[in-house]
């Protein structure tokens, strides 16, 4: 009988925060009360837009906008991203599908392609984008089909390329743009396009760039992971 092979799930994730005005009274409150102890108004509004800009980042203010996965045994690549109608097409050299849904469709679909995997890649994962996932799919109603979350020392679930390359935080995180020119893998990030940019591509109903670079993301932690599994894996 042949021995079953692990499936590996490359994945990254996108998400874009609502506006503060949004939240209740009482949620802003909590979010500006050390805004609001400054008496100095330049510092006061630094730490307010701060508090706005990280709201993209708490599954109870944001919203996951792609989710972009690399199946590493069938060499398949593909991006689910939000969108208020089903629709899919490809990217120009066929390697990439795109697949847009609304976003509790979304999820309902990442949680299938979870299901069937043995082991997930991620870049910050353990600290973003799995809590992120399972947080934002209570708030839907959605139940995550598995928990990537356990024992953090242990890979064979989970490997977080940023706990493996600072080897559990004992030496300095840098981000995934750093650890690509370190390696000489393509980075996704562009003068245009970069994490940082996402929200503003979504307030500008540039949905399809974003996902276009969450592929690229994809890609490059995959990249990164093969350099670990080669030189870093014991």
């Given at each position: 009988?042949?021995?079953k092979s692990?499936?590996?799930?490359?994945?990254?994730?996108?998400?874009?925060?609502?506006?503060?005005?949004?939240?209740?009274?009482?949620?802003?409150?909590?979010?500006?009360?050390?805004?609001?102890?400054?008496?100095?108004?330049?510092?006061?509004?630094?730490?307010?837009?701060?508090?706005?800009?990280?709201?993209?980042?708490?599954?109870?203010?944001?919203?996951?906008?792609?989710?972009?996965?690399?199946?590493?045994?069938?060499?398949?690549?593909?991006?689910?991203?939000?969108?208020?109608?089903?629709?899919?097409?490809?990217?120009?050299?066929?390697?990439?599908?795109?697949?847009?849904?609304?976003?509790?469709?979304?999820?309902?679909?990442?949680?299938?392609?979870?299901?069937?995997?043995?082991?997930?890649?991620?870049?910050?994962?353990?600290?973003?984008?799995?809590?992120?996932?399972?947080?934002?799919?209570?708030?839907?109603?959605?139940?995550?089909?598995?928990?990537?979350?356990?024992?953090?020392?242990?890979?064979?679930?989970?490997?977080?390329?940023?706990?493996?390359?600072?080897?559990?935080?004992?030496?300095?995180?840098?981000n995934l743009?750093?650890?690509?020119?370190?390696?000489?893998?393509?980075?996704?990030?562009?003068?245009?396009?970069?994490?940082?940019?996402?929200?503003?591509?979504?307030?500008?109903?540039?949905?399809?760039?974003?996902?276009?670079?969450?592929?690229?993301?994809?890609?490059?932690?995959?990249?990164?992971?093969?350099?670990?599994?080669?030189?870093?894996k014991f």
């Amino acid at each position: 009988m042949s021995k079953k092979s692990t499936r590996q799930i490359v994945f990254d994730i996108e998400t874009s925060g609502c506006k503060l005005t949004d939240l209740s009274e009482s949620q802003q409150e909590y979010l500006l009360r050390e805004a609001l102890k400054e008496t100095d108004e330049a510092i006061r509004k630094q730490k307010t837009d701060d508090a706005e800009r990280f709201l993209s980042l708490y599954p109870y203010t944001a919203k996951a906008v792609a989710i972009g996965m690399f199946d590493v045994q069938n060499e398949k690549s593909f991006v689910y991203y939000e969108n208020e109608a089903e629709e899919e097409w490809h990217s120009e050299d066929g390697k990439i599908v795109y697949k847009g849904f609304p976003e509790k469709i979304m999820l309902e679909k990442f949680w299938h392609v979870m299901e069937k995997a043995d082991q997930v890649i991620t870049f910050n994962g353990r600290n973003f984008d799995i809590p992120f996932l399972m947080m934002r799919s209570a708030k839907l109603k959605v139940k995550p089909s598995k928990n990537f979350m356990g024992y953090r020392f242990d890979t064979k679930t989970h490997v977080d390329l940023l706990e493996q390359f600072t080897f559990y935080s004992a030496t300095r995180k840098f981000n995934l743009d750093f650890y690509c020119h370190a390696f000489d893998v393509q980075t996704p990030k562009s003068h245009e396009v970069s994490g940082m940019e996402v929200q503003n591509l979504y307030q500008a109903g540039r949905i399809k760039d974003i996902a276009i670079y969450c592929g690229k993301d994809i890609v490059a932690t995959y990249q990164l992971f093969k350099i670990w599994e080669e030189y870093l894996k014991f």
